[in-house]
């Protein structure tokens, strides 16, 4: 189906007939695809638990060349074809390795945790076929997939919140677990490299370091920059840039390291706050530009759990740092 509004513009709602979040963009077949939380609406509570983030499938989003009209290409994964899960389909990712296309998604198993999935399919556009089973070591929300130059694939993950992150600090779920002291270092996202067919994890979750220029950690209590949720990884000049949600701040922001498991050091601020409390994207080069694809509530008039995909394109200084993006102005 496509979007009959063209052309699409930067900093717009890329559709407008499904409400969509939480964006994670890849080239495939030299197409622009996007993955992304299809948001419904309901009469369930909302809450710091993010009961309202009651998504039940995904839709695969592809772009024309010019990024000026967008084709939505119908159901991709159901929650009832999946059948570890119980509800909650969130930030999906994909990637494409050995000739077949994976996406990886987080949803609450029959326990009410959270854990991730894969599913496998043909086409870059789905449908999706779940494993029977989630990612055996697999916890919390958000899964991020990168594959680097030489072949090897990681996924980062991991939100505060209701996505469970605090629980999971002793390595076992533990329910009633509260966060750090506020001036004890944050939390990290975690990393794991990906088996060869991408289906399970090579070694367990490690959590990633986030510190200042100096080397000092970031703090629990510094909200302005510590990881909530949403991480993402890309590579630009040799450098690995991990960019994430503030939660609270609503900030999309990153940090820069030379190896992929970090530790990384803190840069600076990519996206500044957008309508609706959550926050979360991703970055992908298209024909020889960067873009940023994020979410925000404006089309639904600020209703947090009815978002909107939207796009920008991302520059970098000489310096490789990023210009802020506000996406109002
Ligand atoms: O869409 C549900 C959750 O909200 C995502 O997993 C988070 O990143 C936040 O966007």
């Given at each position: 189906m496509s979007d009959s509004r063209k052309p699409i513009a930067p900093n717009e709602p890329i559709v407008t007939h499904l409400y969509t979040a939480d964006p994670s963009a890849h080239v495939f077949e030299g197409k622009l695809y996007v993955y992304p939380s299809h948001d419904i609406d309901h009469d369930g509570p909302t809450n710091d638990n993010g009961d309202q983030y009651a998504m039940e499938d995904y839709r695969v989003l592809s772009f024309d060349e010019e990024l000026t009209s967008c084709t939505d290409h119908g159901e991709?994964?159901?929650?009832?074809?999946?059948?570890?899960a119980s509800k909650q389909m969130w930030a999906p990712d994909a990637a494409f390795k050995n000739g077949r296309y994976y996406l990886f998604f987080p949803a609450r198993d029959h326990d009410g945790i959270f854990r991730i999935g894969v599913a496998t399919g043909d086409s870059p556009a789905g449908p999706f076929r779940a494993e029977p089973d989630c990612i055996p070591g697999s916890f919390s929300i958000d899964p991020a997939v990168f594959v680097d130059d030489d072949g090897r694939a990681y996924m980062y993950f991991g939100g505060l919140w209701g996505g469970q992150l605090e629980k999971w600090q002793t390595g076992e779920y533990v329910p009633d677990a509260a966060g750090p002291d506020p001036s004890a270092p944050a939390l990290g996202p975690r990393v794991a490299e990906l088996s060869g067919d991408l289906l399970s994890f090579r070694s367990a979750p490690a959590e990633i370091r986030i510190a200042d220029e100096d080397g000092t950690p970031i703090a629990a209590g510094d909200e302005e920059r510590r990881y909530f949720e949403g991480p993402w990884m890309h590579k630009h000049n040799g450098l690995y840039y991990l960019s994430y949600s503030t939660g609270t701040t609503h900030k999309l922001v990153y940090a820069v390291s030379d190896n992929p498991l970090g530790p990384f050091a803190f840069k600076g601020t990519i996206l500044t706050p957008v309508l609706g409390w959550t926050t979360h994207h991703s970055i992908v080069r298209y024909r020889d530009k960067w873009y940023l694809f994020y979410h925000d509530a404006s089309l639904s008039g600020?209703?947090?759990?009815k978002r909107s995909v939207k796009f920008a394109e991302l520059r970098y200084r000489d310096d490789g740092t990023i210009v802020t993006i506000d996406p109002y102005a």
């Amino acid at each position: 189906m496509s979007d009959s509004r063209k052309p699409i513009a930067p900093n717009e709602p890329i559709v407008t007939h499904l409400y969509t979040a939480d964006p994670s963009a890849h080239v495939f077949e030299g197409k622009l695809y996007v993955y992304p939380s299809h948001d419904i609406d309901h009469d369930g509570p909302t809450n710091d638990n993010g009961d309202q983030y009651a998504m039940e499938d995904y839709r695969v989003l592809s772009f024309d060349e010019e990024l000026t009209s967008c084709t939505d290409h119908g159901e991709a994964l159901h929650v009832r074809d999946v059948p570890w899960a119980s509800k909650q389909m969130w930030a999906p990712d994909a990637a494409f390795k050995n000739g077949r296309y994976y996406l990886f998604f987080p949803a609450r198993d029959h326990d009410g945790i959270f854990r991730i999935g894969v599913a496998t399919g043909d086409s870059p556009a789905g449908p999706f076929r779940a494993e029977p089973d989630c990612i055996p070591g697999s916890f919390s929300i958000d899964p991020a997939v990168f594959v680097d130059d030489d072949g090897r694939a990681y996924m980062y993950f991991g939100g505060l919140w209701g996505g469970q992150l605090e629980k999971w600090q002793t390595g076992e779920y533990v329910p009633d677990a509260a966060g750090p002291d506020p001036s004890a270092p944050a939390l990290g996202p975690r990393v794991a490299e990906l088996s060869g067919d991408l289906l399970s994890f090579r070694s367990a979750p490690a959590e990633i370091r986030i510190a200042d220029e100096d080397g000092t950690p970031i703090a629990a209590g510094d909200e302005e920059r510590r990881y909530f949720e949403g991480p993402w990884m890309h590579k630009h000049n040799g450098l690995y840039y991990l960019s994430y949600s503030t939660g609270t701040t609503h900030k999309l922001v990153y940090a820069v390291s030379d190896n992929p498991l970090g530790p990384f050091a803190f840069k600076g601020t990519i996206l500044t706050p957008v309508l609706g409390w959550t926050t979360h994207h991703s970055i992908v080069r298209y024909r020889d530009k960067w873009y940023l694809f994020y979410h925000d509530a404006s089309l639904s008039g600020g209703i947090d759990h009815k978002r909107s995909v939207k796009f920008a394109e991302l520059r970098y200084r000489d310096d490789g740092t990023i210009v802020t993006i506000d996406p109002y102005a």
